[in-house]
C-alpha cells in the first residue's frame, strides 16, 4: 500500500507551491516519483508515493514551503544532509500579540540583518512567517541555528548570541 500524507498549509501559499502553471508541484512530483493533490480553496495537500522516504521527504518540502520558504530552498531537503525546523513564536510570546512582534522583530532585525547575519554565520536558510520561524540546512548547523534563535527570543542579546553560534559551530566541525 502506498503511504498516503495529508497537510494543511496556509492559503496564501498555495500558488506558490502550485507554481505558474503548475511548473513548481510538477517538479516536485519529479523529484520525488510522488503524486500531489492541492485543494486550492482550503489549503490542503494530499502526497501520495510509492517511496515512503521520499514521499515523507516531500511532505516536510511542501510544509517549509506553507512556512514562507522559496520552493528552491525548500528542495533542498531532498538532500539528505539537510533538514527543516520550525520554532513557534508562541512558545515565547504567551498570548500577547505585542510581544509576538516584538520578538519577530528581534529574530529579522532591522532591514533583516539579524537574520541575514544568522544564515552567514550558520550557513542556514531563516524565514519567520506568521507565528513560526522555519530554519532549512544541514542538520548541525541548522541546530546551532535553532539554538541562536531560541536565545535571541528568550532575550539575550545579539552581539554575545552570534558569538555563541560561532563557538557552537568550531564545536561541530
Same mark, same amino acid.
Given at each position: 500500500?502506498?503511504?498516503?500524507?495529508?497537510?494543511?498549509?496556509?492559503?496564501?501559499?498555495?500558488?506558490?507551491?502550485?507554481?505558474?502553471?503548475?511548473?513548481?508541484?510538477? %517538479? $516536485?512530483?519529479?523529484?520525488?516519483?510522488?503524486?500531489?493533490?492541492?485543494?486550492?480553496?482550503?489549503?490542503?495537500?494530499?502526497?501520495?508515493?510509492?517511496?515512503? $522516504?521520499?514521499?515523507?521527504? $516531500?511532505?516536510?518540502?511542501?510544509?517549509?514551503?506553507?512556512?514562507?520558504?522559496?520552493?528552491?530552498?525548500?528542495?533542498?531537503?531532498?538532500?539528505?544532509?539537510?533538514?527543516?525546523?520550525?520554532?513557534?513564536?508562541?512558545?515565547?510570546?504567551? /498570548?500577547?500579540?505585542?510581544?509576538?512582534?516584538?520578538?519577530?522583530?528581534?529574530?529579522?532585525?532591522?532591514?533583516?540583518?539579524?537574520? %541575514?547575519?544568522?544564515?552567514?554565520?550558520?550557513?542556514?536558510?531563516?524565514?519567520?512567517?506568521? /507565528?513560526?520561524?522555519?530554519?532549512?540546512?544541514?542538520?548541525?548547523?541548522?541546530?546551532?541555528?535553532?539554538?541562536?534563535?531560541?536565545? $535571541?527570543?528568550?532575550?539575550?542579546?545579539?552581539?554575545?548570541?552570534?558569538?555563541?553560534?560561532?563557538?557552537?559551530?568550531?564545536?561541530?566541525?
Amino acid at each position: 500500500m502506498n503511504p498516503k500524507y495529508e497537510l494543511r498549509i496556509p492559503k496564501d501559499r498555495v500558488a506558490i507551491l502550485i507554481g505558474k502553471n503548475g511548473k513548481i508541484k510538477r %517538479r $516536485l512530483e519529479r523529484l520525488a516519483q510522488c503524486k500531489i493533490k492541492v485543494n486550492s480553496k482550503e489549503g490542503d495537500v494530499i502526497i501520495e508515493g510509492e517511496d515512503p $522516504l521520499k514521499a515523507y521527504v $516531500l511532505v516536510s518540502v511542501v510544509k517549509a514551503i506553507g512556512r514562507g520558504f522559496n520552493p528552491q530552498i525548500a528542495e533542498k531537503l531532498f538532500d539528505e544532509d539537510c533538514c527543516f525546523e520550525i520554532i513557534s513564536i508562541k512558545d515565547y510570546s504567551g /498570548k500577547s500579540k505585542n510581544k509576538e512582534q516584538r520578538l519577530k522583530g528581534r529574530v529579522i532585525g532591522e532591514k533583516g540583518k539579524t537574520r %541575514r547575519l544568522m544564515e552567514e554565520i550558520t550557513q542556514t536558510r531563516i524565514c519567520v512567517y506568521g /507565528k513560526t520561524i522555519g530554519i532549512i540546512g544541514e542538520v548541525e548547523r541548522v541546530n546551532v541555528a535553532r539554538k541562536g534563535v531560541e536565545d $535571541l527570543l528568550k532575550g539575550s542579546r545579539h552581539g554575545p548570541v552570534y558569538k555563541k553560534c560561532y563557538e557552537r559551530l568550531k564545536e561541530v566541525q
